[in-house]
């Protein structure tokens, strides 16, 4: 019994002991310190994971874009690429020799029918006139004298006779020829634009020699300018005159130009398989200079009534089933569509098996690519501006 308790002082005094020395060391343990890193990587966590809530929350309503689907005509185009020439063109070449008086016009400057373009020097020309003239005056008196008191013959067959013999004889009837050519080369000295147009490679200047045949300039018309578009074999058949042109010009990127097709040529080249298929763009300013080239979109086959919605609307899932979002009450309602023709950038709804779309029911076109089903939406004009996502 003694040794039991004496075991038992023992025990206690252990049990003491160590909750002096557990109490020691709680005071004197060194503080804990928070990781700054781990503090800032919480924050941007934290910042995380409410933005994906955000985008992700079916009740926040999503900033989206939309558009109201149509009934009307698809055009399906053909594109092709072409290259501007000159509606009119032609190279002024001289009709007489000469020295170059004077050059009224500039490189690039508007001209108007029959003005004058480039003078030759007339004064070899003029004297020739006066001279030619002048031999003329000489024959038409001879001629007079030759033929002085015919008139009172009464046979009119001997009358015609002997005015013939004096025109001969006289030389009047050469004399008037040559007096008209002599007036015809002085004319020749004067270059005149044959259409209205503006004027290019100018190649002479005053003082400079020219000879008969020599080239001096070129007028060429740019309004309306034409655009020589190679399409297919295969693809003109869709085209007829007078349908829609739209042209994109490298020169000019961020602008289309409208035009229309003037003229298909019905001969196929055999080696590039092409037609030739002209088209007509308004081109006042001259922007659109001869030998731009450029991509052309031109309008092919028709096809009316057709429910049409932006290509932009349509979405694919893993299964390759397309589909789009409705707008319905102010949420994104997922429709199952069939698709059937498209262009550029509208697309086709074909009424079958699958859910319908309605002219007039608003799609969404931009913002909605990663939105659920039955999500809240709200209409912008920028989902991206707006804090949303864009499509793609």
Request: proline share 5%.
């Given at each position: 019994?003694?040794?039991?308790?004496?075991?038992?002082?023992?025990?206690?005094?252990?049990?003491?002991?160590?909750?002096?020395?557990?109490?020691?060391?709680?005071?004197?343990?060194?503080?804990?310190?928070?990781?700054?890193?781990?503090?800032?990587?919480?924050?941007?966590?934290?910042?995380?994971?409410?933005?994906?809530?955000?985008?992700?929350?079916?009740?926040?309503?999503?900033?989206?874009?939309?558009?109201?689907?149509?009934?009307?005509t698809l055009w399906i185009s053909v594109t092709a690429k072409g290259r501007a020439e000159a509606f009119r063109e032609t190279r002024l070449t001289a009709r007489a020799a000469g020295i170059v008086a004077s050059v009224p016009v500039r490189e690039n400057r508007s001209v108007s029918t029959g003005q004058l373009m480039m003078q030759i020097d007339t004064t070899e020309y003029a004297l020739e006139v006066s001279a030619r003239f002048a031999a003329l005056q000489k024959a038409e008196a001879d001629y007079q004298v030759r033929v002085l008191g015919d008139?009172?013959?009464?046979?009119?067959?001997?009358?015609?006779?002997?005015?013939?013999?004096?025109?001969?004889?006289?030389?009047?009837?050469?004399?008037?020829?040559?007096?008209?050519?002599?007036?015809?080369?002085?004319?020749?000295?004067?270059?005149?634009?044959?259409?209205?147009?503006?004027?290019?490679?100018?190649?002479?200047?005053?003082?400079?020699?020219?000879?008969?045949?020599?080239?001096?300039?070129?007028?060429?018309?740019?309004?309306?300018?034409?655009?020589?578009?190679?399409?297919?074999?295969?693809?003109?058949?869709?085209?007829?005159?007078?349908?829609?042109?739209?042209?994109?010009?490298?020169?000019?990127?961020?602008?289309?130009?409208?035009?229309?097709?003037?003229?298909?040529?019905?001969?196929?080249?055999?080696?590039?398989?092409?037609?030739?298929?002209?088209?007509?763009?308004?081109?006042?300013?001259?922007?659109?200079?001869?030998?731009?080239?450029?991509?052309?979109?031109?309008?092919?086959?028709?096809?009316?009534?057709?429910?049409?919605?932006?290509?932009?609307?349509?979405?694919?899932?893993?299964?390759?089933?397309?589909?789009?979002?409705?707008?319905?009450?102010?949420?994104?309602?997922?429709?199952?569509?069939?698709?059937?023709?498209?262009?550029?950038?509208?697309?086709?709804?074909?009424?079958?098996?699958?859910?319908?779309?309605?002219?007039?029911?608003?799609?969404?076109?931009?913002?909605?690519?990663?939105?659920?089903?039955?999500?809240?939406?709200?209409?912008?004009?920028?989902?991206?501006?707006?804090?949303?996502?864009?499509?793609?």
């Amino acid at each position: 019994m003694a040794q039991s308790r004496s075991t038992l002082g023992v025990l206690t005094v252990i049990i003491v002991l160590g909750g002096l020395a557990g109490g020691v060391w709680w005071r004197l343990r060194p503080e804990p310190q928070e990781d700054a890193d781990t503090s800032e990587l919480s924050e941007e966590a934290g910042e995380v994971v409410q933005s994906v809530t955000e985008q992700f929350n079916t009740e926040l309503p999503q900033p989206v874009t939309g558009v109201a689907a149509v009934q009307d005509t698809l055009w399906i185009s053909v594109t092709a690429k072409g290259r501007a020439e000159a509606f009119r063109e032609t190279r002024l070449t001289a009709r007489a020799a000469g020295i170059v008086a004077s050059v009224p016009v500039r490189e690039n400057r508007s001209v108007s029918t029959g003005q004058l373009m480039m003078q030759i020097d007339t004064t070899e020309y003029a004297l020739e006139v006066s001279a030619r003239f002048a031999a003329l005056q000489k024959a038409e008196a001879d001629y007079q004298v030759r033929v002085l008191g015919d008139d009172e013959l009464e046979d009119p067959e001997v009358r015609a006779q002997r005015d013939r013999l004096a025109r001969a004889i006289t030389g009047l009837d050469e004399a008037e020829v040559a007096h008209r050519r002599a007036v015809l080369d002085l004319e020749k000295t004067s270059v005149r634009a044959p259409f209205g147009g503006r004027v290019a490679n100018l190649m002479v200047v005053p003082g400079q020699f020219v000879r008969e045949g020599d080239e001096l300039l070129t007028v060429v018309d740019l309004d309306p300018i034409k655009v020589a578009v190679q399409v297919l074999g295969t693809e003109v058949v869709y085209l007829d005159e007078g349908r829609a042109a739209a042209l994109n010009f490298t020169a000019f990127p961020d602008r289309t130009f409208t035009g229309r097709i003037e003229t298909i040529n019905p001969v196929i080249d055999p080696e590039s398989n092409t037609a030739r298929v002209t088209v007509h763009i308004d081109n006042p300013q001259g922007r659109i200079k001869p030998g731009m080239y450029a991509e052309a979109d031109l309008e092919a086959q028709q096809f009316p009534d057709r429910i049409l919605v932006p290509r932009t609307a349509i979405l694919e899932t893993s299964d390759r089933r397309t589909h789009l979002f409705v707008l319905e009450d102010g949420r994104a309602k997922w429709r199952y569509v069939t698709t059937g023709l498209e262009n550029d950038l509208l697309v086709e709804l074909i009424e079958g098996d699958e859910e319908w779309v309605a002219p007039g029911e608003v799609v969404l076109v931009d913002g909605h690519y990663y939105l659920p089903h039955d999500a809240a939406v709200e209409l912008v004009e920028s989902p991206t501006a707006a804090g949303g996502r864009p499509t793609r």
